[in-house]
C-alpha cells in the first residue's frame, strides 16, 4: 500500500511560484507514474501533468505547458510539481496520484481511472 502526502500550497499572487511536493511512503515510487490532478470549485477533478515510468517523459495540460514542471526525486520517494507565473485560474485543490503498473503515453497519463493511489490534496489560491 502507497500512503501520498501533498504539501506546498498556499495563498499567493499573480505572477508568482510555488512549489508542491507529493511525498510518498509505504514503498518505494520511484517505478510508478505519478500524476498531478486539480479540481477548482464547482469545477471536475483535471490532469495537470504527469512523470511516466519507464522512462522519464513528462505530460502536461496545455493550460500549464511552459510554466508548470513535474520532476521526481528517488531517494527522496517524493515528486514535485514546480509551478511558475500563476494565474487566478490555476486555483483549485492539486492532488498527486500514482500508479502501481507502467505508462507510455499521454492518454494514459490523463485518466484518473489509471491511477491506484491519491493523496488527500493540497490548495493553491491564486490572487489577481
Known amino acids: 500500500q502507497v500512503q501520498l502526502v501533498e504539501s506546498g500550497g498556499g495563498l499567493v499572487q499573480a505572477g508568482d511560484s510555488l512549489r508542491l511536493s507529493c511525498v510518498a511512503s509505504?514503498?518505494?515510487?520511484?517505478?510508478?507514474?505519478v500524476a498531478w490532478f486539480r479540481q477548482a470549485p464547482g469545477k471536475e477533478r483535471e490532469f495537470v501533468a504527469a512523470?511516466?515510468?519507464?522512462?522519464?517523459?513528462?505530460y502536461y495540460a496545455d493550460s500549464v505547458k511552459g510554466r508548470f514542471s513535474i520532476s521526481r526525486d528517488s531517494a527522496k520517494n517524493t515528486v514535485y510539481l514546480q509551478m511558475n507565473n500563476l494565474k487566478p485560474e490555476d486555483t483549485a485543490d492539486y492532488y498527486c496520484?500514482?500508479?502501481?503498473?507502467?505508462?507510455?503515453?499521454?492518454?494514459?497519463?490523463?485518466?484518473?481511472?489509471?491511477?491506484?493511489?491519491w493523496g488527500q490534496g493540497t490548495q493553491v489560491t491564486v490572487s489577481s
Open positions: 509505504g514503498r518505494t515510487i520511484s517505478t510508478y507514474p
Open positions: 496520484a500514482a500508479r502501481q503498473g507502467v505508462m507510455f503515453t499521454l492518454a494514459q497519463a490523463t485518466a484518473q481511472a489509471n491511477y491506484d493511489y
Open positions: 512523470i511516466r515510468w519507464p522512462g522519464t517523459n513528462t
